[in-house]
C-alpha cells in the first residue's frame, strides 16, 4: 500500500472529495492534525496528475484550512505519515494558523519581448584577441545582470507599496529565469483574495517597462513551506 | 495554443506544485528491518531533471 500525500489539516471535512485519478481519499489522523492522502495511486508523473493533485488540495483547502504537501510525496504506509507528522507538530501548527485559511496570488513581471534580453548587448565581432573580446562579455553581462537585478528590486518595491501588505505576506524571486523580472506570491485573507487581485492588476499594468500577469488564488503553497 | 498570459499561470503554478508547499520527507528516511519506508517520489524525480537541465544551460 502507498499513499499519495496532498494536504494536512486539523480534522476531515465531512465530505471526502475523490482522490487523484478516482483513487481513495484518506484522512490519516495524527494527534491534533492530520493528512490527507490519495491511497494507492495510479503510478503517474504527468502534467495531467500534478494537476490533478492541485485540484485535491483545492477542494481540500476548500473545507477547511489547509497546507498543501510537495507534490510527489510518496509514504508506505499510514505509520509513516504520522511519524513524520508527529516529528514536526508543533511547526505545522503553527504554519496552518498563520497561513492556512488563506489563499496565494502569482504577480509574474515579463521583461519585453526583443531579440536580446534587456541590459544585454552584444560584443562586436571585432579585430580583438579572443580573450579581451571574451572578458569584455562577461563585463557587459555582468554590468546587464546588475542592472536587471536593480530594476527588479525597484519593481518588487513598488509591488509591495501598492498592494500594502505585510512584508511576511510578499515573497519575491528577483530574475528568476531569462523572461521574467519578478515572481512574487502574495498571502491574502480568502474574503479579500479577488479584490486583491484586482488591485495587482491594476498595479501592474501602470508599471514602466515590464509585462504582468497575475495568476490564482490558490492554496498557500508558498507560504506552507519553509521560507 | 496557449496564450503568454495562461501559459505564465501554468508555469507558476507548475512550480508551486514542484518546489513549494510542506516538505514532509525532507532528507529523512524511516526504516523498518532495513527498507526505507519514504519514497519522495516525483517531485525528486522533476527537481533532478531542472537542477540537470539548469547545469547543462550554465555549460553552453
Not at chain 1, 50 to 66: G, L, T
Request: proline share 6%; hydrophobic share 45%; net charge negative.
Amino acid at each position: 500500500m502507498t499513499y499519495l500525500l496532498h494536504a494536512i489539516t486539523r480534522a476531515g471535512p465531512a465530505d471526502t472529495p475523490p482522490g487523484v485519478r478516482g483513487a481513495p481519499l484518506e484522512f490519516i489522523a495524527a494527534g491534533p492534525l492530520g493528512a490527507w492522502a490519495t491511497r494507492d495511486p495510479v503510478e503517474g508523473g504527468t502534467r495531467e496528475d500534478a494537476f490533478e493533485h492541485h485540484r485535491v488540495v483545492e477542494d481540500i483547502c476548500a473545507a477547511q484550512p489547509c497546507l498543501p504537501v510537495r507534490l510527489g510525496t510518496r509514504l508506505v504506509d499510514a505509520d509513516a505519515v504520522r511519524a513524520l507528522i508527529a516529528a514536526r507538530v508543533e511547526e505545522l501548527l503553527l504554519t496552518l494558523e498563520r497561513v492556512g485559511g488563506r489563499r496565494e496570488l502569482a504577480v509574474t513581471l515579463l521583461w519585453p519581448e526583443s531579440g536580446v534580453e534587456p541590459g544585454r548587448r552584444h560584443t562586436p565581432v571585432e579585430a580583438r584577441t579572443p580573450g579581451r573580446a571574451f572578458l569584455e562579455r562577461k563585463q557587459s553581462d555582468q554590468a546587464a545582470d546588475d542592472a536587471r537585478l536593480a530594476t527588479a528590486e525597484r519593481l518588487a518595491r513598488a509591488l509591495e507599496t501598492g498592494l500594502a501588505t505585510e512584508q511576511s505576506d510578499v515573497r519575491h524571486a528577483m530574475c528568476p529565469s531569462s523572461k521574467v523580472a519578478l515572481s512574487t506570491a502574495v498571502l491574502a485573507r480568502a474574503g479579500e483574495a479577488d479584490a486583491l487581485k484586482e488591485r495587482a492588476v491594476e498595479i501592474v499594468s501602470g508599471l514602466d517597462g515590464v509585462r504582468g500577469v497575475v495568476s490564482g488564488p490558490w492554496p498557500p503553497y508558498t507560504f506552507a513551506g519553509t521560507p | 495554443m496557449l496564450d503568454d498570459v495562461e501559459e505564465m499561470t501554468l508555469l507558476e503554478l507548475t512550480d508551486r506544485l514542484l518546489h513549494r508547499g510542506v516538505v514532509l520527507t525532507g532528507e529523512a528516511t524511516i526504516s523498518v528491518a532495513g527498507v526505507d519506508l519514504i519514497y519522495l517520489g516525483l517531485n525528486v524525480v522533476l527537481s533532478a531533471v531542472e537542477t540537470m537541465n539548469a547545469h547543462k544551460r550554465k555549460a553552453l
